[in-house]
């Protein structure tokens, strides 16, 4: 069988997932949106708690900490500054660790998606593939399956945050003894690190076929490498929908994760997708 070039692998990918959409209505399997929504809000809510409970109880250090620095000051100007100076810097920090709590939040959904609901698009993925008629290619069940997408998340996480680190010192670094370069080199960083993450992101999705075809983790990795073309496809939707200022949160896991399960096996579990399915073996 022939290689499918990266676009062609790209644009069958693309096509896969629109069809996901049909697919969960033609198979009853809509309910997948309201499983998925309340997992994403549930895990929204218990990482908002605890943040939440965190980012106080830090504030009230350093509020406290501050306090007993201007306390010290006796001259009544300096008290009259220092009580203006500890209203200020009360605010700030009430302030800075608000944006702090939210910029932790924003990065953690991604990690906490593809971990806490990765269970729920294996499920899925099972349902869609025993739709199509598919039968495993290993005796191991759904419950195995779930923590070996658990499992297979959080190395791929891993690996992403090796090689984002890496990139950030190789164009964010290394760049600034280098002024000519500089602006180059830092201008690629984003670009470079949308890329990893929306590949990651695909690779995740495209696991949960590969374990339902009977592949260990590291056959799994060097499949999806293989597919390039289609990990980005499915991995695009899911980091533009995640990228949705607030609502990335549920619009994430659904028009992600949940889509992108499933359009990963109709892709590549389908009779009539044994081209894709060939490439890279």
């Not at 218990?46 to 980012?55: E, I, Q, R, T, Y």
């Not at 900490?65 to 009580?83: C, G, K, P």
Request: charged share 10%.
């Amino acid at each position: 069988m022939g290689t499918v070039g990266f676009w062609n692998q790209f644009g069958l990918g693309l096509r896969a997932y629109a069809s996901s959409i049909g697919f969960l209505k033609v198979h009853g399997l809509r309910h997948g949106y309201v499983v998925v929504l309340a997992g994403a809000l549930i895990t929204m809510k218990l990482v908002g708690w605890v943040l939440d409970h965190f980012s106080m109880q830090l504030e009230n250090f350093v509020s406290q900490w501050i306090h007993q620095r201007f306390s010290r000051l006796e001259s009544n100007i300096l008290e009259n500054v220092s009580d203006w100076l500890l209203e200020t810097f009360d605010a700030g920090v009430e302030g800075f660790f608000f944006l702090l709590t939210f910029w932790i939040q924003l990065k953690l959904t991604k990690f906490l998606v593809l971990i806490v609901l990765g269970p729920i698009f294996a499920i899925y993925a099972e349902l869609a593939a025993r739709k199509l008629g598919f039968d495993r290619s290993h005796g191991k069940g759904l419950v195995w399956s779930m923590w070996r997408g658990v499992r297979s998340a959080v190395l791929l996480i891993f690996f992403e945050v090796v090689i984002s680190i890496s990139l950030v010192i190789l164009f964010g670094v290394l760049p600034a003894a280098f002024f000519a370069a500089a602006p180059i080199m830092w201008s690629l960083l984003p670009v470079l690190s949308a890329v990893v993450s929306i590949w990651f992101y695909g690779a995740a999705l495209m696991d949960l076929t590969w374990d339902l075809m009977g592949y260990g983790v590291q056959h799994s990795f060097r499949c999806s490498i293989a597919r390039s073309g289609f990990v980005l496809a499915f991995g695009t939707p899911f980091y533009l929908a995640m990228a949705i200022p607030i609502l990335g949160w549920l619009t994430g896991p659904i028009l992600g994760g949940l889509l992108g399960s499933v359009g990963a096996v109709l892709c590549f579990l389908q009779p009539h997708k044994s081209m894709a399915s060939s490439h890279g073996r």
